[in-house]
């Protein structure tokens, strides 16, 4: 029996190295693709911690918080969460309705070959699965872009405020993203890491360089 989880790990990491290698950009650009990865891994457990625990879902092959469930699913959600804001930022050219939209070929993927895996086994209806995958999505191309990400969740709240069902749904996926990307925003300081020789260096100061960052 294949595992979905070794299927997406497989394919995504030869995909990203072909397009990777394939950029003309210099070494030290594509080093700082290390940081949606590591916030990948740690929102990846947050998100697990919540659903396996509130019983929305659960592994059927590497139970929460295993060896096993370190091994392969953690390094998933890192190259899940790499794999949103490289398709965030060249596929859907940085709009936030265009990135939006990949969140139905990713989800059509994911829970497509997971009928027959069944890696992961849900106990909640499939819509509200197919509704959780766009605060899914936000959350990790939030990440890179966080405020743009809430500023225009917010528009979207005043432009349906008379429709309770949908104000609803983006209130709850505002705050759902806000509280999953504060501990991410954590892993940030891996890229001022990486980056402080290079700010040393640069005529960039160091108060513009963090408002570039948390701008995002």
Same mark, same amino acid.
């Given at each position: 029996?294949?595992?979905?989880?070794?299927?997406?790990?497989?394919?995504?990491l030869v995909w990203l190295g072909f397009v990777l290698l394939k950029e003309?950009?210099?070494?030290?650009?594509?080093?700082?693709?290390?940081i949606p990865f590591v916030e990948g891994m740690v929102g990846g457990l947050i998100i697990d911690s919540i659903g396996v625990n509130a019983g929305f879902y659960h592994f059927s092959r590497q139970p929460l918080y295993s060896?096993?469930?370190?091994?392969?699913?953690?390094?998933?959600w890192g190259v899940f969460g790499l794999m949103v804001n490289y398709m965030w930022?060249?596929?859907?050219?940085?709009?936030?309705l265009r990135g939006t939209a990949l969140t139905i070929p990713l989800f059509m993927f994911y829970? #497509?070959?997971?009928?027959?895996t069944n890696s992961w086994i849900y106990t909640t209806p499939i819509h509200?699965?197919?509704? #959780?995958?766009?605060?899914?999505?936000?959350?990790?191309? #939030?990440?890179?872009?966080?405020?743009?990400?809430?500023?225009?969740?917010?528009?979207?709240?005043?432009?349906?405020?008379?429709n309770r069902l949908v104000y609803g749904f983006l209130y709850a996926s505002k705050i759902f993203i806000i509280v999953v990307m504060f501990p991410l925003m954590l892993?940030?300081?891996?890229?001022?890491?990486?980056d402080f020789k290079y700010i040393r260096k640069s005529e960039i100061g160091f108060t513009q360089y963090a408002k570039e960052l948390l701008m995002g």
């Open positions: 029996m294949l595992y979905a989880r070794w299927i997406t790990l497989t394919v995504f003309k950009t210099p070494i030290r650009e594509k080093i700082k693709y290390i060896m096993s469930y370190f091994v392969i699913v953690i390094p998933c930022k060249y596929i859907g050219k940085e709009k936030f829970e #497509g070959y997971n009928l027959f509200f699965v197919a509704l #959780g995958w766009f605060p899914l999505i936000w959350t990790f191309a #939030g990440c890179n872009r966080r405020r743009k990400v809430v500023f225009k969740m917010e528009a979207w709240m005043r432009d349906y405020r008379e892993a940030s300081l891996l890229r001022l890491i990486t």
